[in-house]
């Protein structure tokens, strides 16, 4: 475990990291951004967290992307990154842009979930406690709430900016329509939508079949991909079979079943076509997702420092 003091690489801004412009605001995000999804949990080790999120900042990636609920546990992702603040990451606070989000299952009872002013307030309170932040840089409406009013989930999110809270909001998985609402309703109260969380990869390109990317471009909206790689499905982890330490041999987020015949030939063909271009399937996966015009960066979870590196790879191919 590292427990030396850390001092970031004075070449971080010079390895070949790229960075977009987020819609038409001020902001730049690294082209592949880091996410907390897994592996940062209470049940990961967390020397191996310190040397991914390390390795992530000395060569660039700048954005985190954390959820009240990553982990497992609930909330330990966030208390992770809390911990490496402490550690290594607080005198590079203004170089880091931290992200959370709201809007799934968190706390027993009716107030821990969905979309309400009184969740999404009492949750990003929590999560700067657990971060050991005083805000962050971006919040998230991370689903679409039918039952709540839209005006409800849109002000709180205006309230928590005006709060200083946070800096700019996001809205993660919303449909076509809610989006349409959510630009105009935040527009006009001076706290424009900054992006637009989806799920886009070559197995799942809804966010484009939808309109929801073409959307975010004409209303310059940025837009994120989160599982650019289908957790894992776009790589070689699969090609020969389910590895015992995989993710679909633990069966919760993907299952043994979806791994059909028609998917893993699909699979061999693309990893057919990124060999012939000399580059891997995952960095063909990603650099697909990079040149879709509307999107600003692709979020990448890593259980190493050198998964993490071939996946930065992909930025070569741009």
Known sequence: MQTENYTASERRYDGGMEYARCGR???????????????????????????????????????????????????????????????????YRDELFIATKAGYDMWPGPYGNWGSRKYLTASLDQSLRRMKLDYVDLFYSHRYDPQTPLEETLQALVDIVRAGKALYVGISRWPLAALKVAVAYLRERDVPLLIYQGRLNMLDQAPVEEGITEECAREGVGFISFSPLAQGLLTDRYLNGIP???????????????????????????????????????????????????????????????????????????
């Open 244 to 318: 015992a330490d995989s993710r679909m041999q633990r069966g919760k987020f993907l299952r043994r079943e979806m791994l059909t015949d028609e998917l893993l030939a699909r699979l061999r063909q693309l990893n057919g076509e990124a060999a012939a271009r000399g580059m891997s399937l995952a960095e063909l996966a990603l650099s697909w997702v990079l040149r879709h015009k509307a999107v600003t960066s692709v979020l990448v979870g890593a259980s190493s420092t050198r998964q993490l590196e071939r996946n930065l790879k992909c930025l070569e191919a741009q």
């Open 25 to 91: 605001s001020g902001v730049l995000l690294p082209k592949v951004s880091l996410g907390f999804w897994h592996n940062f949990g209470g049940v990961d080790d967390y020397g191996n967290c310190r040397a991914i999120a390390r390795y992530a900042f000395d060569h660039g990636i700048t954005h985190f992307d954390l959820a009240n609920n990553y982990g497992p546990p609930y909330g330990s992702a966030e208390r992770t990154l809390g911990r490496l603040m402490d550690d290594d990451l607080r005198p």
